[in-house]
Every structure is written in C-alpha cells, then in structure tokens.
C-alpha cells in the first residue's frame, strides 16, 4: 500500500488499526459508563426536533483468536448495529397516504422483498458451518468484496421513506458490538443521550419483531414510540396470504385486502380472519414437524408476529405525526457495514478484530465527523513514537 512517497504494508496497516480501534473501544465503554453514574453531558445543546433509533442484526465470520496462520474454529456470529439518526420534521392533520402506495401492490417487487427477507435468515443459518478458505485476516482483510443484504436497491426502493411525504434523514450516527443485547442497550442510550436525543420533541424506535429489540426499548428507550417495521410485516402477510389461496391470483388479491387492513390500521381484522383459518386447517399433532412451507406453520407464524406486535401498528397515527414506518436505515447501514466486515475469504478473530473493526467502520459511517475529532484529539506525533 503506498500513501504518497511512503510504502505501508498491510502488516503495518492491520497494526495500526488494531491499536485504534483498541482506543475506540475504551472511549465507547467510557461513555457507556458516565451514562451509568449519570454524569454523560450531551455534545448537542439544542433538542432535535424529531429522532429514530432503529436497531437490526449482521452476520460476521469468525475465527479463534491466537491460533496462527488460517481459520481455525470458524464460527458465523451476529453482530447488531443500531442506527441513530435526526430526521426532518413532518406532521399532517391527516394521513398524507391513506391507501397503500403502488411500489407495495406490484407483484415481482414485493416478491423480491420477501426472498430476500428469507435470504437473509437463511444466510444467518448457512454461516454457522463455516470453514472453507482459509486466511490471515485479523483487524485488515485480503479482499473487500461487498456483501449483499436486505437493504439493497430493491429494498429501498419499496420503502415508505422513498414517498415525498415521509421525514427525511438529517444526520445519523452508527453503534455497532459483537456483545449481547443486555450490553449493546446501553451503547445504544449512552449515544442518544450524547446527541440529547431524549429531550427531542418526537421520538421514535423502530425494529422487527426480535424480542430482544424490545426488551432494549422498554429497558433504554420507553418514552420512545415503538414501531415494529411494516416490511417484515409484509413478508408474513404475503406469505400466509399465499399459502391459504387456491391460486396465485386469489393469494395476491387476500394479500393486497391485508396489507390495506394494516396500513389503514386495522390490523385486528387480519387477526381475526388468520384465526378462523387457523382454526379450519388445525393445529400440528404431538411431535409432528411441520415443514417451512406447511399452511399450518405459515399462518400460526403470521399470527403469532401480529398478536405481538399490534400494539405497535398504528401506521396511520405515525405517518400523521411525521414518524418512520420502516427500519430501512438501519437495514441500509447493516448494508454498509456488511461491505467492509462480510466476504467469501473475511474471517476476523474472535472477538478483539471483529470488535475492533467494527468500531472503525461505525466511526466512517456516522455523519457527525467524529472519525475526524478522533485523529485530532488523539495524543501522539506525526513524527514520534507515541509513549506507552
């Protein structure tokens, strides 16, 4: 690697980084801990007006740490990241879009939607038998090849955020951990508080329907409005919808009759008329396995999401008070993430190089310049060996 006149070879590269993120870590856990003894001030003194916290789950390949040359004792292994982001400030007396938008009731795009949905839970059970390639990597890797995820263009484009009436990101900032959720919850609030996100004027947190999401918000983020995100709910109405149809086209017509019941916030007539066709095709017998695609699994599964999420439903309420719908950035920024620490050749050692570039990548995603005051503050020369 060469920057200008002077050569840097990888080695000094992954060095280098190592001892950075080593840093970041530390000033991570320092702020996490001030919010515990209750002296973290925010850096932001005016209140943002409007605020989303959103929080989604990665997939990172792992390798045991100080074994050499190689992958050895690969494991895949989940890494969250959680988006904080500022947004425009949009309300509306009335339900700016009543009825579902056109890029929800085209067929081959909400298609799209769902497989890759279920491409991304299937690729989170796939890399649990890791263990092809083998390579080095450690905080640095030998290839950048980006990965895909459920936040790619197709994605994107079939988000409520895209519409013209929808708030619109302002500046975001990333926390992203290999650690459990009881410990990534108060990541995620030391950051809101240091943006002074809990004196805004609105607020929102948005997520699927993985518990351990809301037990963070009810543990960190209470006062926030909880949104469960509309496009995993979309996936288990298509799926159910076509499950229960004698043909396609009876399916796609069940499935645009739901997603209006829930976009217009009636959700509990989808509820109800899932338990009447729950109730005709029965329940499975003791120790049967059903199959992924079996009618029973298929709508027991969509009833059980909506049962537990209708509370956090109300699609009309929050498009009136200008709040998001949809967990589309945090899926965008798990893309982003993915691009750097995902590849068929990526193995970080576990857990100091995942946590470590993580914490890098985090840094150069968020928009509040934060990698630049990093490097400016950090003690050290240019032209000196920094004291231990």
């Known amino acids: 690697m060469s920057l200008g006149d002077v050569i840097i070879s990888p080695r000094h590269v992954q060095t280098l980084t190592q001892e950075v993120?080593?840093?970041?870590?530390?000033?991570?856990?320092?702020?996490?801990?001030?919010?515990?003894?209750?002296v973290l001030e925010p850096r932001v003194t005016m209140p943002p007006e409007v605020v989303v916290v959103e929080v989604d789950g990665g997939r990172v390949r792992t390798r045991a740490?100080?074994?050499?040359?190689?992958?050895?004792?690969?494991?895949?292994k989940e890494n969250k990241v959680a988006c904080l982001a500022t947004l425009t400030k949009v309300a509306c007396a009335e339900d700016p879009c009543p009825e579902p938008p056109p890029s929800f009731v085209e067929p081959r795009r909400i298609q799209r939607l769902v497989a890759q949905m279920k491409g991304?839970?299937?690729?989170?059970?796939?890399?649990?038998?890791?263990?092809?390639?083998?390579?080095?990597?450690?905080?640095?890797?030998?290839s950048d090849s980006s990965a895909s995820s459920t936040s790619d263009s197709n994605v994107?484009?079939?988000?409520?955020?895209s519409e013209p009436w929808s708030p619109k990101r302002r500046v975001r900032t990333c926390v992203a951990s290999l650690c459990d959720s009881s410990?990534?919850?108060?990541?995620?609030?030391?950051?809101?508080?240091?943006?002074?996100?809990?004196?805004?004027?609105?607020?929102?947190?948005?997520?699927d329907g993985a518990a351990y999401n809301w037990t963070i918000h009810r543990g960190y983020f209470r006062d926030f409005e909880p949104i469960v995100d509309l496009l995993?709910?979309?996936?288990?109405?298509?799926?159910?919808?076509?499950?229960?149809?004698?043909?396609?086209?009876?399916?796609?017509?069940?499935?645009?009759?739901?997603?209006?019941?829930?976009?217009?916030?009636?959700?509990q007539e989808v509820i109800d008329e899932?338990?009447?066709?729950?109730?005709?095709?029965?329940?499975?017998?003791?120790?049967?396995?059903l199959s992924v695609k079996d009618p029973r699994r298929v709508v027991h599964e969509a009833l059980t999401y909506l049962g537990n999420n209708a509370s956090r439903m109300d699609y009309p309420r929050y498009r009136r008070e200008g709040l998001p719908t949809t967990s589309s950035l945090a899926e965008s920024l798990v893309g982003e993430v993915n691009a750097r620490v995902k590849g068929r050749s990526k193995f970080w050692n576990r857990p100091s190089g995942v946590e470590g570039i993580l914490q890098v990548r985090a840094a150069l995603l968020s928009e509040d310049g934060r990698l630049e005051r990093f490097f400016a503050n950090r003690p050290g020369h240019a032209f000196r060996r920094k004291a231990a």
């Open 232 to 267: 995993h709910v979309i996936c288990y109405l298509f799926n159910a919808a076509h499950v229960l149809g004698v043909t396609v086209a009876e399916g796609w017509s069940r499935y645009k009759r739901w997603l209006r019941s829930v976009w217009q916030g009636r959700v």
């Open 120 to 142: 991304a839970v299937s690729e989170a059970k796939a890399q649990e038998n890791v263990g092809e390639p083998s390579t080095d990597s450690d905080v640095s890797s030998a």
């Open 65 to 76: 740490e100080g074994c050499g040359p190689g992958v050895h004792q690969a494991e895949g």
């Open 183 to 207: 410990s990534f919850g108060p990541m995620m609030a030391a950051e809101a508080q240091s943006r002074n996100f809990y004196a805004a004027g609105r607020r929102a947190f948005v997520a």
């Open 21 to 38: 993120s080593d840093e970041m870590v530390a000033a991570r856990d320092a702020q996490v801990e001030a919010r515990r003894h209750r």
């Open 274 to 289: 899932l338990r009447v066709h729950q109730k005709e095709l029965g329940h499975a017998g003791r120790g049967e396995e």
């Open 156 to 161: 994107s484009s079939t988000t409520p955020e």
